[in-house]
């Protein structure tokens, strides 16, 4: 029995794999994407509405951690199965409540629930698929969390307008439910148990694939620069509506609706990060240094001519946030399957992508408090410092990488 699958059975597998993140997205940042009305019509707080963002964040970090560690151990399609029964309670949950009173908790636990869904995802296709289908899977696989981005704030303003917001999380509740029954009978069907993962072989434990003092440095600074990707990626989207209601005096429907642009241009920059890293930059830190460095630009600018036009605001935000979306892809998609000889990638995946949501937490509620303080012109500078410091901190290792990756 061949290690992999054949192309044309692993080409479903992605899409299979797309379709459960594309689901995976739209129950939970439809939360981010309803803030706007969430808080103008009274159901909670600004404070409240940025707590519980920040909360889901902790809650999606942590549990990646744990995520990836049941996925090196436990058959991952169920642990997936799990985290979207659980995310269609929460999301329903959310619609019966009379105000924002149990947010927090709520939200917090369907934080956790998301978790199960991207480390078993990673580890069911790098076990399964040879590693150029492996790259391309992953960017179609990320096109998933693009189209969900896009579906929600798409969908929202219409059930905003003629239901409410909670229609937006029973839709979502609905769509996680059908989801996670669709997936486990699929996936059990055709990629059950059909391969062995090549990293749990016991009998294999060579002295050279052991973590050493020097990796594990390696891996905490490549965890800081996702750190930076996701205080970027997830605390500008989350707060980019807000933005453009507050500075250009848009209603709170057609600012959710300007979040489209986002997601187009991330499936933009995965298609550009693809590129780059197959044909142009095949060291992953020195790929994702160059679109740390479009992120800072774009915010500058954003700073300086920005608040002139909402047409040049939404490009700006697109170019700084597609920016971050090509560094995740690189950091959290390519950066894992390296670890397949120390039988950890699951892990790894997990760690690194908890990364993103420590920083995506920190900023979602440092944005507002930061914003509230100095405004929106000293935000947009901030974002440049840290576009830059993540920019600096991937160069700065990047033969180290190229060294580890040697190996």
Not at 31 to 49: D, N, P, T, Y
Not at 55 to 79: E, M, N, W
Not at 130 to 148: I, L, R, T
Request: charged share 10%; glycine share 8%.
């Amino acid at each position: 029995m061949s290690e992999f699958l054949d192309k044309k059975k692993g080409a479903a597998l992605a899409l299979l794999c797309a379709a459960v993140y594309f689901v995976s997205y739209v129950s939970r940042i439809n939360m981010s994407a309803v803030l706007v009305e969430i808080i103008q019509s009274g159901f909670a707080k600004r404070s409240v509405a940025a707590l519980t963002l920040t909360a889901c964040s902790i809650t999606y970090g942590v549990g990646q951690i744990i995520s990836g560690y049941l996925g090196d151990r436990f058959k991952p399609q169920y642990i997936i199965f799990t985290g979207f029964m659980v995310t269609s309670l929460m999301n329903i949950l959310v619609s019966l409540m009379p105000n924002g009173t149990l947010l927090v908790p709520i939200w917090a636990v369907n934080g956790f629930a998301q978790a199960m869904m991207w480390p078993p995802l990673i580890t069911i296709l790098a076990q399964n698929l040879e590693p150029d289908q492996y790259q391309k899977a992953c960017v179609h696989v990320s096109w998933g969390s693009s189209f969900g981005t896009i579906a929600v704030y798409l969908l929202a303003p219409l059930l905003i307008k003629y239901a409410s917001f909670k229609a937006v999380f029973i839709v979502s509740g609905i769509m996680a439910l059908l989801m996670g029954i669709f997936w486990v009978i699929i996936f059990g069907k055709n990629f059950s148990g059909e391969r062995k993962s090549p990293e749990v072989t016991k009998t294999e434990t060579p002295s050279q694939d052991r973590f050493t003092a020097s990796t594990a440095v390696l891996l905490i600074f490549i965890m800081f620069a996702i750190v930076l990707q996701g205080a970027l990626r997830d605390g500008v989207t989350n707060w980019m509506p807000s933005y453009v209601s507050e500075i250009f005096s848009l209603g709170s429907s057609a600012s959710i609706l300007t979040g489209v642009i986002l997601p187009v241009f991330s499936i933009i920059s995965f298609q550009a990060a693809q590129f780059i890293y197959e044909k142009i930059i095949k060291n992953e830190l020195t790929c994702a240094c160059s679109f740390f460095l479009i992120g800072c630009i774009s915010a500058v600018l954003l700073n300086i001519t920005g608040s002139k036009s909402v047409l040049i605001s939404l490009l700006m935000f697109a170019l700084l946030v597609g920016s971050m979306h090509g560094v995740n892809l690189i950091l959290i998609c390519m950066v894992p399957p390296h670890f397949k000889r120390f039988g950890r990638v699951s892990l790894v995946s997990g760690v690194i992508n908890s990364c993103t949501y420590v920083g995506s937490a920190i900023s979602t509620y440092g944005i507002a408090v930061f914003t509230d303080a100095f405004g929106w012109s000293a935000t947009s500078l901030f974002w440049a410092f840290i576009a830059i410091a993540g920019a600096l901190t991937c160069i700065a290792f990047s033969k180290k990488w190229d060294r580890f990756t040697a190996k």
